[in-house]
């Protein structure tokens, strides 16, 4: 079982700066892929980052790509989702989530991920 626990949401003005962490309990933490959604009010779930495992690979929407990193600390057990230039189109829920069984090629899509945290609201105004 993994519990996935997001914080670090809040309000900012375009073209600041939050980062959001995730604490992932569980023994199964250091081997699952690990990754962020976000939400728009009445809008589907739609992928923002991943990273696998290891930490050697990291994928992006096209959204969020050159403002946004996702790292992990395996010691921590935490995921990061540092967020830069942020713009009121970033306002959203967040969510993190957790893929136990490594799955490949599916990182962008829901169904890929076996744990969601409760979400983190993120509010950026202009």
């Known amino acids: 079982q993994v519990q996935v626990v997001e914080s670090g949401g809040g309000s900012v003005q375009a073209g600041g700066s939050l980062r959001l962490s995730c604490v992932a309990t569980?023994?199964?933490?250091?081997?699952?892929?690990m990754g962020w959604f976000r939400q728009y009010p009445g809008k589907e779930r739609e992928f923002v980052a991943s990273?696998?495992?290891?930490?050697?690979?990291?994928y992006y929407s096209n959204s969020v790509k050159g403002r946004f990193t996702i790292s992990r600390d395996g010691a921590e057990n935490t995921v990061y989702l540092q967020m830069n230039d942020l713009k009121p189109d970033d306002t959203a829920v967040y969510y993190c989530?957790?893929?136990?069984?490594?799955?490949?090629?599916?990182?962008?899509?829901?169904?890929?991920?076996?744990?969601w945290g409760q979400g983190t609201q993120v509010t950026v105004s202009s």
């Open positions: 569980g023994r199964t933490f250091s081997s699952a892929n």
């Open positions: 989530v957790a893929d136990v069984e490594r799955r490949k090629n599916v990182q962008f899509f829901k169904m890929a991920y076996d744990y």
């Open positions: 990273i696998t495992w290891n930490g050697d690979n990291t």
